[in-house]
């Protein structure tokens, strides 16, 4: 018998047919016992995007190749932050660093350390808007820098060395499996901060510990049973940032999800469009003024016009209808919001002649 598929979501959801039977092929894995669709679900490589997957059997490609990519905040303190000025001193975090002297680097990888990556990652200085509950470095007015980013090609080859051998089989060996995957995992964590702590000194601000450093492509070894996420947040107790789209809001939630969610949350706003279509559609109804200028005012470094358009904020579902999904299953309370100002994807091209 397949296992049971919950899908977390209303009615006025946008939630594809496809997410859906991806989600009902999972179940039917051998080992499989539940899977828990977020309100953000959206199709993937083979597996969803957005779902909680608990199972007796580990399985690699369920987490994907970006092992412990995750989203942390951190506060930051700026003087009359104008959005155009502050673009222009973002660093170009396409560029590696080098370790420091003594620096553990886990699993000794070096070759992307302080990269954002492209897709979806980005860092972002935002200001929040709203707080609804006392947080640490979370008042109304406040900024701070959101870091989406993961554990670049080292949770590639990490999955590579799987497939190659198992393709999207079970893993042979799940403790060796999972000691190189919480390496990425403890990879993806440094790569955060040394984001955050690059931009932050380039904008003369001192570089600050995060206040939420949550990973949402992971396993968690659980009761025994092995929880894989894939675009999921843990949900069990944690404050985790819910990302929007560079052009709206993002939300900290207080999470408190149980087991039929898979103890997990959604990760963000979850993509309606493939980025075909969000090619294709945006360049026909947007300019790039248009999308480097939001409509909350905010600025967007990105010198890959074709990023722009795929990752524009109408390829994505409203992050508001994926917050009150949340709440009306009761698996998250509203914390902050935050809104952007700058966001930087990737540098712009004049800055590499």
């Known amino acids: 018998m397949p296992a049971s598929v919950s899908i977390f979501a209303s009615p006025n959801s946008w939630i594809e047919s496809d997410a859906v039977a991806q989600c009902q092929q999972v179940a039917a894995l051998d080992g499989m016992e539940h899977v828990a669709g977020m309100p953000d679900l959206h199709p993937g490589k083979g597996a969803p995007i957005g779902a909680a997957m608990l199972s007796s059997v580990l399985y690699p490609f369920l987490v994907g190749s970006d092992i412990g990519c995750g989203i942390a905040v951190f506060p930051i303190a700026l003087k009359k932050p104008v959005p155009e000025k502050l673009a222009a001193r973002f660093p170009d975090l396409d560029i590696p660093v080098d370790p420091a002297p003594g620096e553990d680097i886990p699993a000794g990888y070096t070759d992307q350390l302080g990269t954002v ?3 979806n990652h980005f860092v972002e200085l935002a200001r929040v808007q709203d707080a609804f509950a006392e947080r640490a470095g979370l008042h109304e007015r406040d900024l ?3 870091v989406h980013s993961g554990s670049r090609g080292l949770g590639e080859r990490i ?5 190659e051998v198992h393709g999207a089989g079970p893993a042979e060996n ?10 990425a995992v403890r990879w993806g964590s440094l790569n955060r901060r040394l984001l955050a702590e690059r931009v932050a000194l380039a904008l003369g601000a001192e570089p600050a510990e995060p206040i939420v450093d949550e990973c949402h492509n992971l396993v968690e070894v659980r009761d025994g049973k092995y929880l894989h996420r894939k675009g999921a947040a843990p949900g069990d107790g944690k404050d985790v940032l819910i990302a929007g789209t560079r052009g709206t809001p993002s939300y900290v939630v207080a999470a408190h999800a149980g087991r039929d969610a898979g103890w997990s949350v959604a990760h963000g706003a979850g993509r309606k469009m493939s980025r075909a279509d969000a090619l294709k559609r945006g360049k026909a109804k947007h300019t790039v003024e248009e999308l480097r200028r939001t409509p909350v005012g905010s600025f967007v470094v990105c010198g890959d016009r074709q ?7 109408t390829a994505y579902k409203r992050i508001e209808q994926v ?3 949340l ?7 509203p914390v902050a919001v935050t ?7 990737t540098a712009e091209a004049k800055r590499r002649r």
């Open 159 to 163: 999955l590579r060395e799987h497939t």
């Open 327 to 333: 709440v009306a299953h009761e698996l998250a309370t």
């Open 323 to 325: 917050i009150a999904d």
């Open 174 to 183: 799940a403790e060796q499996y999972l000691q190189a995957h919480d390496e």
């Open 144 to 146: 701070v820098l959101i």
């Open 339 to 345: 809104v952007p100002v700058v966001t930087y994807k």
């Open 117 to 119: 990556g492209r897709g």
């Open 307 to 313: 990023l722009l358009f795929e990752e524009a904020p």
